[in-house]
């Protein structure tokens, strides 16, 4: 029978070591790591992560600061902002939820961060870093997989690891980090020729593509551990559910282990959210006492 990989559990665990870690930061420091939200527009879903990350952040014992700015909010403002929140000392973490109104430029703003408060790890300096092995702030949702897939497989050297996407935010970064773990990895995406061919050799399959239950027992190697990025909303019988790129159904008794969705990697990416503000803080306030 397959472990069914439980990311409230997991996420829960992180969250108390990032609490602990808080306190223990608040006592050296004398403040509260602190992390800014910033939210532009009306999109529902990022207003639910939002929530979600500031009620995660106070539980946490991490300050929030939320700017929830309207969708006709100008790039210059925008930039402003950045700035304002790069320069505040009280701020470790910035996070600019992601997707911004069609008329804003992500990439401007994402490079704007100063890569010390970039929690989220999207700016070139981390990704570089991340790249070489230096010391970065990891994206959060590949972060959180490592975690799981540790947790299950312990050592990961050797593992043939497959992933299928190649995002900024979720392929490449997981890819990179499979790799540091030893991992012979591949990549596949919208254009591989026979990806079953692929995914059928791997230990290790994530699937981050964003295409509801592609992924069927055709693709996944008995006895693989399978990690399901995916977040679909799909209608079933008038009601709206959450599904995974992975068809949990068709493909859990084939596997060691394998994530649920929802409950699975999406509560991780969240934590390691608090994790990164934390290892910010840290690194942003040694630094200011030593220099
Ligand atoms: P993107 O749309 O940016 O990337 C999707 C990737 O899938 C692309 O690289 C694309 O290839 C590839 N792809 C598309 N169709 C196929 C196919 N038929 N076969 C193989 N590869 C294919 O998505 P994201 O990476 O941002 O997100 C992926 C999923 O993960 C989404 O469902 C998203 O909602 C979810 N997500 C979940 C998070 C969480 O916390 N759980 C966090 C972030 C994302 P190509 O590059 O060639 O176009």
New binding site residues.
């Given amino acids: 029978m397959a472990i069914r990989i439980d990311g409230k559990l997991m996420s829960a665990q992180v969250l108390d070591d990032v609490a602990t870690d808080a306190a223990a930061f608040y006592q050296e420091f004398g403040i509260k790591p602190g992390l800014a939200v910033v939210l532009v527009g009306d999109d529902p879903a990022s207003q639910v992560y939002v929530r979600n990350k500031i009620a995660r952040a106070t539980e946490c014992g991490i300050n929030s600061f939320k700017h929830r700015l309207p969708a006709d909010t100008t790039q210059e403002y925008l930039d402003r902002l950045v700035a304002d929140l790069n320069a505040d000392p009280e701020v470790h973490g910035i996070l600019v939820q992601l997707p911004l109104p069609a008329h804003l430029d992500e990439e401007r703003i994402l490079t704007a961060i100063d890569p010390a408060k970039d929690v989220d790890g999207f700016h070139p300096v981390n990704v570089g870093a991340l790249n070489i092995g230096k010391e970065s702030l990891i994206p ?2 590949p972060q ?1 997989c490592m975690i799981m897939l540790r947790k299950v497989l312990g050592d990961l050297s050797g593992k043939h690891a497959v992933v ?8 490449k970064p997981m890819a990179a980090l499979l790799l540091q773990a030893n991992c012979t990895v591949s990549i ?5 020729n026979n ?1 079953q061919l692929l995914t059928k050799q791997a230990d290790i399959l994530v ?5 509801p239950e ?1 992924i069927g027992p055709d693709w996944v190697k008995p006895g693989a551990v399978v990690i399901d ?4 909303t799909v209608e079933r019988a008038g009601q709206y559910k959450l599904v ?2 992975v068809h949990y159904a068709a493909v859990e008794p084939l596997t060691q282990a394998i994530t649920p ?1 929802p409950g ?3 509560p ?3 934590a390691c959210l608090m994790k990164n503000t934390l290892t910010a803080a840290r690194r942003l306030e040694t630094q200011s006492r030593s220099g």
Avoid: L, Q
């Fill in positions: 959060c949702t959180g299928v996407g190649r995002s900024n935010i979720v392929g596949v995406h919208s254009r591989t990806p699937a981050a593509v964003g295409k592609m990025v995916g977040i679909n995974g790129d969705v699975g990697v999406g991780m990416t969240i």
